[in-house]
């Protein structure tokens, strides 16, 4: 099926969709960095495109069979304000549904492949996410929705709400429940598997985050079994948590005396747009993610992530990994969009 790229950012949808077999025919996005890697990775000649969502008009779109778009975040997330819906970029989801209530009938996509936080559930009592189903019924959607969790397939704990919209009449096939995995905790992917083998340099030694380096916090030490390990002050009773080589250290706030959680095993806590984690190495340093690694944090070709940095600088490739959706979380979506026998 021909797929719109709302939202577009780095093209975590476009690439999990092309994977399933779904055809890209234009993208928005409106930050001119992210624009530059998406027009860097994707082959985007003779595609439709647009920067701003509000300035578009429902008579410019390609049609498409699927609309893409994790609106923005930034009013929803507990990381934010909590302004929900009444926040300026968060709204931009109305902005969508504007476009196609202005559509006909027979030129609205057949499904609505939406993403945001986990909090976009609960924020303002839940209230937000009942606008927000009203919303999509006023305009035919029935929807469906589920949290999914990056660490199911990928080393960084990540869940975001999905929602699958389906437009009445069109014979949509049901999507949720995706089949989880049977793997234990300890079988998952561990942040190992995406370490950088030719990392050194920038990102060696002098780059760690020592006890000088976050005002002591961090202190390294050898266990009662003599294994060694690296103790973060966390405000818990015990005062501190324990990290071993592959840990994620999260470096955010490091002087905060109310932060905990710091330390997630074997796993990357959930990317942001900042360089906010690092990993303990073998050597019980711990030292910042590189780009690249995030990169493949969230499910992207080495490949890729070259023809990014090509064009963008390392503070933007963060960033753009922190706002991007994780590929395979996608793709395992995707393979299941077809029209066929919607189950409602």
């Not at 209530?101 to 559930?121: A, M, Q, T, Y």
């Not at 818990?236 to 324990?242: F, I, L, R, W």
């Not at 933007?316 to 919607?342: F, T």
Request: aromatic residues 10%.
């Amino acid at each position: 099926m021909k797929f719109l790229d709302l939202f577009a950012g780095i093209g975590g949808f476009r690439s999990g969709l092309e994977m399933a077999g779904h055809e890209c025919v234009g993208f928005v996005e409106i930050d001119k960095f992210a624009r530059r890697s998406y027009r860097a990775i994707y082959d985007t000649e003779g595609e439709w495109t647009a920067h701003d969502i509000r300035a578009v008009r429902a008579s410019e779109l390609p049609r498409a069979d699927i609309w893409t778009f994790g609106f923005p975040c930034q009013d929803i997330s507990v990381a934010g304000k909590q302004k929900g819906f009444a926040g300026k970029r968060s709204s931009l989801f109305f902005t969508v549904t504007s476009l196609i209530r202005d559509l006909e009938e027979e030129d609205r996509p057949s499904i609505l492949l939406i993403e945001n936080v986990k909090n976009l559930l609960s924020i303002n009592g839940g209230w937000d996410f009942l606008k927000l189903q009203i919303e999509l019924d006023e305009i035919g959607y029935d929807i469906e929705w589920d949290v999914l969790d990056t660490a199911e397939v990928l080393p960084q704990h990540r869940e975001r709400v999905y929602i699958v919209g389906h437009l009445r009449g069109r014979g949509t096939r049901k999507v949720f429940p995706i089949r989880r995995s049977n793997k234990k905790a300890s079988n998952r992917p561990r942040i190992m598997r995406v370490f950088d083998g030719r990392n050194s340099g920038t990102y060696g030694s002098q780059d760690v985050v020592s006890p000088e380096g976050i005002t002591g916090t961090l202190n390294t030490m050898s266990g009662g079994n003599r294994e060694p390990k690296v103790l973060v002050k966390e405000a818990t009773k015990m005062g501190y948590a324990e990290g071993y080589e592959g840990d994620s250290i999260n470096i955010s706030q490091p002087n905060s005396k109310t932060r905990r959680g710091r330390v997630d095993k074997q796993v990357a806590n959930t990317l942001e747009t900042g360089i906010n984690q690092g990993v303990v190495t073998e050597e019980l340093f711990i030292r910042k993610l590189t780009p690249l690694e995030c990169w493949r944090l969230q499910g992207f070709t080495d490949e890729q992530f070259y023809k990014a940095q090509a064009v963008n600088s390392n503070s933007q490739l963060y960033k753009q990994a922190g706002n991007s959706v994780s590929v395979p979380v996608v793709y395992a979506v995707a393979k299941h969009l077809k029209i066929g026998s919607y189950d409602g």
